[in-house]
């Protein structure tokens, strides 16, 4: 697969950018080499060749297109993880709120029992004191 100097190189060549071949000579060479793109040669009339530039070949466009998709990738894995992280603080709130919930579930309970105890100790005075 390309690396991402490579991937920049071609876009370039395929936006029809303006480029620095010296800043770009070792992509240059290494997409050559590996058939990625080739050299636009024009023929003058006495048999001379002049670059005119590069062309991305077939293998090179596939190669980006990896690449490409490859960075979208990364793309969709990292918005899934800050998704994912994002949701895990709305968990952990909603635990904390549910947890004093029943904490002041529990309390309200005991204080119920307490004053049904009091209701329940004052109804047998009241029987016994007839």
Known sequence: M???TEYEFIDLLLKNS???EKIYNFEIRSLLNDGYIEPNLFEKED???VN??????PFGKRAFEKYSSYIEEIKISQDALTASKEANQISERSNYIA????????FAIIV???ALAFTAADFIVALLGE
């Open 18 to 20: 303006k480029f620095d």
């Open 52 to 57: 005119l530039g590069y062309f991305v070949t």
């Open 47 to 49: 048999g001379t060749f």
């Open 2 to 4: 390309i690396d991402k």
């Open 99 to 106: 947890n004093k919930s029943k904490n002041l579930s529990i």
């Open 112 to 114: 119920s029992l307490i």
